[in-house]
């Protein structure tokens, strides 16, 4: 179903509360090219998202951060409509500077 995280509402909030919770990354991101009927190659990108059961998180935060682990984050941009149970939301990679001083969902203080 999903996989353990730690979803930070202020990721820059010196007190550095978190939330530990489940939930799935997707990369969804898809390339064409050539495409019928175009005179050159065309790019389509969709975007990354992070799906969030609903009695966890039920609104993802703008400029949240989920922490899978030491290396893998992701800031909340933007959250769609709620799915039944779940929700989706907008992602963006964190970089490793983001993640300094962030626990992971196995205890890690990450730094």
Do not use: C
Request: proline letters at 8%; aromatic letters at 10%; charged letters at 25%.
């Amino acid at each position: 179903m999903g996989r353990p995280a730690n979803y930070y509402p202020t990721p820059y909030d010196p007190e550095g509360d978190f939330l530990p919770v489940t939930a799935r990354y997707h990369s969804n991101a898809v390339k064409g090219g050539d495409l019928m009927g175009t005179r050159g190659a065309e790019v389509a990108d969709r975007a990354e998202t992070v799906i969030f059961w609903d009695q966890e998180v039920p609104n993802p935060a703008s400029s949240a951060l989920v922490v899978f682990g030491e290396e893998e984050g992701y800031f909340v941009t933007s959250a769609r409509p709620k799915d039944g149970e779940w929700i989706t939301a907008e992602v963006v990679r964190a970089v490793a500077s983001d993640l300094f001083g962030k626990e992971t969902p196995d205890g890690v203080v990450i730094g």
